[in-house]
C-alpha cells in the first residue's frame, strides 16, 4: 500500500496568518489526493479533491496543489474555526490510504 | 442534504458479536459507494473497505479482509460493519462515508458522525 506522510506534526499559527501544511506520497498517486479538515469530536469533513478542487461550501481561503508525490494545502488569513486536524488521502493507489494528520493550533 | 445516520455507540466484551448500521438519505443512496473508516483513540484513519449497495458487490482493504463483514440493503438505504469475535483492538469509532469517483479512484465526499465502539471485559 502507498504510505502518505503528513509534516509537520503539529503547526503553530496566530490567527490571521497562513498555514502550509505538506504531504507525501511512497510512490506517485498522480493528482488523486484529498484532504479532510477534523475537529473535536467530530467526523473528517471533505476540504479538497483532485488536489487542488475544493469542495463544496469550503472558503476560498483554502487551496491545494502538488501531483506526483509531493502535495501542499494551504490556508491563508487563518480563521478560529480552521484550528483542527488536517488529513491528507490518496486514491490512486488500493486501497485508499491516510497520512498521520497535520494538527492546526492557535500561537 | 446528503446525511448518513449511525447507530448508537455500544459497550461489548471480548469475543462478542457486533453489528452497527449507516443509513443514507438525501440522494441516490443505489449510485454510490459506501465505506468505513476506522479511528482509534487518539489516532489517525485507516480505511477499511467499501460496498455498493445495488448488488452489495464489497471490497475490503487487505488489513481488514477477514476481521469484518461489510453488507447492505438497500431495501432501508443502509449499509452495515459487522464483527463476529470482537477484540479490545477493535475499541474505536467507526465512521461510514459516501465515496465518490470511479472504482479504486474514490475520495469520501461525505461523512456520518461516528460510531463509537467500546470493547472491555
Known amino acids: 500500500e502507498i504510505v502518505m506522510t503528513q509534516s509537520p506534526v503539529t503547526l503553530s499559527v496566530s490567527p490571521g496568518e497562513s498555514a502550509t501544511l505538506s504531504c507525501r506520497a511512497g510512490?506517485?498517486?498522480?493528482?488523486?489526493l484529498a484532504w479532510y479538515q477534523q475537529k473535536p469530536g467530530q467526523a473528517p469533513r471533505l476540504v479538497i479533491d483532485?488536489?487542488?478542487t475544493r469542495a463544496t461550501g469550503v472558503p476560498a481561503r483554502f487551496s491545494g496543489s502538488g501531483s506526483g508525490t509531493e502535495f501542499t494545502l494551504t490556508i491563508s488569513s487563518l480563521q478560529s474555526e480552521d484550528f483542527a486536524i488536517y488529513f491528507c488521502?490518496?486514491?490512486?493507489?488500493?486501497?485508499?490510504?491516510f497520512g498521520g494528520g497535520t494538527k492546526v493550533v492557535i500561537k | 442534504e446528503v446525511r448518513l445516520v449511525q447507530s448508537g455507540a455500544d459497550v461489548k466484551k471480548p469475543g462478542e458479536s457486533l453489528k452497527i448500521s449507516c443509513q443514507g438519505s438525501g440522494y441516490d443512496f443505489t449510485n454510490y459507494w459506501i465505506g468505513w473508516v476506522r479511528q482509534r483513540p487518539g489516532k489517525g484513519l485507516e480505511w477499511m473497505g467499501i460496498?455498493?449497495?445495488?448488488?452489495?458487490?464489497?471490497r475490503y482493504s487487505p488489513a481488514f479482509q477477514g476481521q469484518v463483514t461489510i453488507s447492505a440493503d438497500k431495501s432501508v438505504s443502509a449499509v452495515y460493519l459487522q464483527w463476529s469475535s470482537l477484540e479490545a483492538s477493535d475499541t474505536a469509532i467507526y465512521y461510514c462515508a459516501r465515496h465518490r469517483g470511479q472504482l479504486q479512484r474514490q475520495f469520501l465526499d461525505s461523512w456520518g458522525p461516528g460510531t463509537l465502539v467500546t470493547v472491555s471485559s
Open positions: 483532485g488536489a487542488s
Open positions: 460496498i455498493y449497495p445495488v448488488d452489495s458487490d464489497v
Open positions: 488521502q490518496q486514491y490512486n493507489g488500493w486501497p485508499p490510504t
Open positions: 510512490q506517485s498517486v498522480r493528482s488523486n
